[in-house]
């Protein structure tokens, strides 16, 4: 079974609006962190976001927050206010703290393109 | 503070040769992962080490693929007889701790077989 499943395989948003990208997650762990990583065509991997899963707010940075939905076990990524450098690949990544070494799990991702 | 650095950026092996890929993680940080990212594919989990010591292969595949810490000097992923199924884009991710902490990665080395 996916343990981190990222179900649009691309998305578009006008340039200046709000758009979310999804992410489920599968794990019996009561303590992980989720990451949502931005891969632009140059290809480097760009931290955004982290949430603990004890985190009792849901984690923001900048335009980017993270929609945390524990019992749902989604953590969508939103972003606001979109710019043309938003246009990238996004993955959603999982580490589990216990019976692991701490590794991330990524999902297959999302191609965002922002249109002028 | 530097960043992770990995060398080199660009790799072309032909079929039968080594590829060494490095990977100097951010200052204070002494633990690295190497990730594997095929085309169109998430990132992919392969090794786990600390200064000298290899926490976690089970992402390795069992022949050919090697990965070192040394004391002094860069984290080093070895591909011995490379196939072209090898060809794919190696990350270098560090973090100070090893569960808490985020991974910060390095730009990758982009290995091509012929």
């Known amino acids: 079974a996916q343990k981190i499943t990222q179900t649009q395989p691309g998305m578009f948003v006008q340039e200046k609006e709000a758009v979310t990208l999804d992410c489920t997650y599968d794990?019996?762990?009561?303590?992980?962190?989720l990451f949502w990583y931005k891969q632009p065509s140059s290809g480097e991997m760009i931290f955004l976001i982290y949430?603990?899963?004890?985190?009792?707010q849901n984690a923001t940075e900048g335009r980017y927050s993270l929609n945390f939905q524990k019992a749902r076990k989604s953590a969508n990524l939103v972003i606001s206010a979109s710019q043309l450098g938003d246009s990238a690949m996004y993955f959603c990544?999982?580490?589990?703290?216990?019976?692991?070494?701490?590794?991330?799990?990524f999902g297959k991702g999302t191609k965002l393109s922002v249109k002028p | 503070n530097a960043g992770v650095m990995q060398n080199p950026r660009h790799l072309v092996r032909r079929r039968g040769q080594e590829a060494r890929l490095r990977c100097s993680p951010m200052?204070?940080?002494?633990?690295v992962y190497w990730y594997r990212q095929l085309p169109e594919e998430g990132l992919k989990f392969m090794v786990y080490?600390?200064?000298?010591?290899?926490?976690?292969e089970s992402g390795m595949p069992k022949e050919r693929f090697s990965a070192e810490f040394p004391k002094e000097g860069p984290s080093i992923l070895r591909i011995q007889q490379v196939v072209r199924g090898d060809s794919a884009a190696y990350f270098c991710?560090?973090?100070?701790?090893?569960?808490?902490?985020?991974?910060?990665f390095g730009p990758g080395t982009r290995l091509t077989v012929l």
């Open positions: 991710a560090s973090s100070p701790q090893r569960v808490v902490d985020t991974q910060y």
């Open positions: 794990t019996s762990d009561p303590s992980y962190g």
């Open positions: 949430q603990g899963s004890y985190d009792q």
């Open positions: 990544a999982m580490r589990e703290a216990g019976g692991s070494q701490g590794n991330l799990i």
């Open positions: 200052k204070g940080h002494s633990h």
């Open positions: 080490l600390q200064k000298e010591n290899i926490i976690d």
